[in-house]
Each structure stands twice: as structure tokens, then as C-alpha cells.
């Protein structure tokens, strides 16, 4: 049971999704104006102990922690998704077909404004996971180990290297999904110390959804029970996935170019499995009267999916409309969730 003099913990949780990550934005956007009406100087992150974010989450999560104004991350998603994903065939195009042999897009472009846009909100210095101000958890593949890793803030005794890490290498880190972008490699070298990273890639692949990373760490790492942890989670459209009937090697072009789908897939069931795992966690609790604080926010997009790659203006207007949308069925609930901590 939750002891009297000990608050609550929260927990905010968004999964990866690409440029779909311009809806939980959407939402965020709304929510942090709404709870500036009560105090205009407090940012959304002061709202939360722990981010946890993947890929497109993961920027998000990190800009948060820096105290972004979350209308900036809308703004960030509409103004650089033609950047961010160019139309694939001018990828394809030149120089002898290389898109046998490389990623569809360059992240080039995208770590470059990651770091203007997180160096400016951190007095033009290039910030490290040391200078954000909320604990966070940023899921990525160690391609180069072959191991999962989840990178974190300081906010435990034994954690003694991610700390070091630039905020925007780490973004990255997460966000560079296989086939659309390379793996991504780093160094770094600051007053914390140096190092290097190897080709890492997008934490997807094994925590899409990484609000089960959230509730380990605040359970098992910070020593939390169930009944004092509460986790608004949220996602970035959920499509329904329809399998042909045949895997043939013909079928090349289908499951990866222009529009990786199999891997899409992967990404969309890890979410769905990581959601029945939280309600299967939150009957156990339950039942054991122990329960912790779950909201989940998704939209169902059904077949009617928008590509994790998409960039024309009417791609980006639907999925700000969508933002909109989940805003009006559960800005309340989500204003009352917050106002949950005692």
C-alpha cells in the first residue's frame, strides 16, 4: 500500500511511430497549455519523474526533459517532415541503385537540427543526458554488441557512462530505424568524459512501447511499489496490418521498399503486446490490492495507416487532426490524471 508521507510517481511514455509522433505532440501541446492556466512558468516535464521515450518518442521525451515548449515540438514535426523524409525515389535514383546497399534516407539532416534545436534550448551549449532535467529512459540496439540497451539519465548510483552521452546522439540512437535510416555511430568527447557508440539502432525493435521499461525502473531500480507509480502512456497510431498470402522473394519491393512494412509490423505488435502485458500487470496488481495508475492514449487507425515515412502536407494535416481528435476525447481525464499526485 502506498505509504502517507511518500508521493506518487509518474511515469510519461511515448512510443516510437515516426512522423506519427506529431500526434502525441498534438495532445502534449494541449495538455501543457491547459496546465499552465494554473501556474504559466511550469513546463510539462516538471509534471513527470520519469520519460521514457522511443525513436520518435525519444525525441520528443528528450526535448521535454529540456524544458521545450511542447507547441515547438508540434511546430518541429510540420516544418522538417519533407527533411526528414524526402520522397524515397530521389533517394533511389542516383548513383547505381543504392538502395540495395544503404538506408532509404540520410540521417544527416535530422541530427543536425536535433542538436540546433536542443543546443538552444540549453544556453547554445550541446546538452548531455546529464543536463536534462527530468529522469529519462531512451530504448536503442547496440548493433555493434548485439544487445539491447536503454539509455538514462543519472538517477541511480550505479549508472556511470549514459549521462555523458549528447542528448541528440541518443535521439538518434533511438530513432534510426533499419531500412529508413543507417545505424547510428558517435563520439563524444565533454567534461563528463568520452567515448563511443557503434551502430546503434532504433529501439523499436524491442520496445516500441516502452511503458514497461518505466514501471521496471521505478519498481525494480528506484524501489517503488506498484500502488505509488501512475503512467500516462501514450502512442502514435495503431494500423491493422493485413498479410498477403505468399512470401516470395519477387515480393521484395512490398515488404521493404518504399514502405518497409515489415518492419512497420514489428514496430505495431511490439506496442500491442507491451499494452497487454500493462493490463495484464495492472490485474495482477489489482488483485493483490496494490494497483497502479494506467492511461493509455492511442488512436486506431485501422487499415487506413499513415507510413511512419510520410511527409505531404495532407499526411501531416490528418495526423494533426488526429492529435486534435484524441485531445477532445481525453483532455480531461488526462488534466485529472495529472492532478492525481499528492
Same mark, same amino acid.
Request: charged share 25%.
Given at each position: 500500500m502506498k505509504e502517507e508521507n511518500k508521493k506518487s510517481f509518474r511515469i510519461l511514455s511515448i512510443d516510437g511511430g515516426g512522423i506519427r509522433g506529431l500526434i502525441p505532440a498534438v495532445v502534449l501541446a494541449e495538455v501543457e497549455k491547459h496546465l499552465q492556466k494554473d501556474n504559466s512558468d511550469k513546463r510539462l516535464h516538471e509534471h513527470f519523474d520519469l520519460i521514457c521515450g522511443t525513436s520518435t518518442g525519444a525525441i520528443l521525451g528528450i526535448?521535454?526533459?529540456?524544458? @521545450? /515548449?511542447? $507547441?515547438?515540438? +508540434?511546430?518541429?514535426?510540420?516544418?522538417?517532415?519533407?527533411?526528414?523524409?524526402?520522397?524515397?525515389?530521389?533517394?533511389? @535514383? /542516383?548513383? $547505381?541503385?543504392? +538502395?540495395f546497399v544503404t538506408s532509404i534516407y540520410s540521417n544527416k539532416k535530422l541530427r543536425r537540427k536535433l542538436e540546433e534545436i536542443f543546443k538552444a534550448a540549453n544556453n547554445d551549449v550541446t546538452p548531455?543526458?546529464?543536463?536534462?532535467?527530468?529522469?529519462?529512459?531512451?530504448?536503442?540496439?547496440?548493433?555493434?554488441?548485439?544487445?539491447?540497451?536503454?539509455?538514462?539519465?543519472?538517477?541511480?548510483?550505479?549508472?556511470?557512462r549514459d549521462f555523458m552521452l549528447p542528448a541528440h546522439e541518443v535521439a538518434l540512437s533511438s530513432a534510426s530505424a533499419p531500412i529508413y535510416f543507417p545505424p547510428h555511430s558517435f563520439s563524444f568527447?565533454?567534461?563528463?568524459?568520452?567515448?563511443?557508440n557503434v551502430n546503434m539502432i532504433d529501439g523499436g525493435i524491442f520496445a516500441n512501447n516502452p511503458t514497461l521499461i518505466g514501471l521496471l525502473e521505478a519498481t525494480d531500480k528506484l524501489g517503488y511499489d506498484f500502488g505509488e507509480i501512475e503512467i500516462l502512456s501514450l502512442g502514435t497510431g495503431r494500423g491493422k496490418h493485413i498479410i498477403k498470402s505468399h512470401w516470395l522473394p519477387k515480393q521484395f519491393f512490398y515488404w521493404f521498399i518504399p514502405k518497409p512494412r515489415l518492419l512497420d509490423i514489428i514496430l505495431d505488435s511490439q506496442s500491442q503486446i507491451t499494452e497487454q502485458y500493462l493490463l495484464f500487470l495492472k490485474r495482477f496488481s489489482?488483485?493483490?490490492?496494490?494497483?497502479?495508475?494506467?492511461?493509455?492514449?492511442q488512436y486506431d487507425l485501422g487499415s487506413d495507416t499513415i507510413d511512419l515515412n510520410a511527409s505531404s502536407k495532407t499526411d501531416i494535416r490528418r495526423l494533426e487532426g488526429i492529435g486534435n481528435e484524441l485531445t477532445k476525447q481525453n483532455l480531461n481525464e488526462i488534466l485529472q490524471f495529472l492532478k492525481i499526485k499528492q
Open positions: 526535448a521535454i526533459a529540456l524544458g @521545450i /515548449p511542447e $507547441k515547438n515540438l +508540434v511546430e518541429f514535426y510540420k516544418e522538417n517532415a519533407e527533411m526528414i523524409f524526402p520522397k524515397w525515389y530521389l533517394k533511389v @535514383i /542516383p548513383r $547505381k541503385a543504392r +538502395v548531455t543526458l546529464y543536463d536534462l532535467k527530468t529522469n529519462v529512459c531512451v530504448p536503442s540496439f547496440n548493433g555493434n554488441t548485439g544487445s539491447i540497451n536503454v539509455l538514462k539519465t543519472k538517477h541511480h548510483k550505479d549508472y556511470l568527447n565533454n567534461e563528463h568524459g568520452s567515448g563511443s489489482q488483485r493483490h490490492g496494490n494497483d497502479f495508475g494506467y492511461m493509455r492514449v
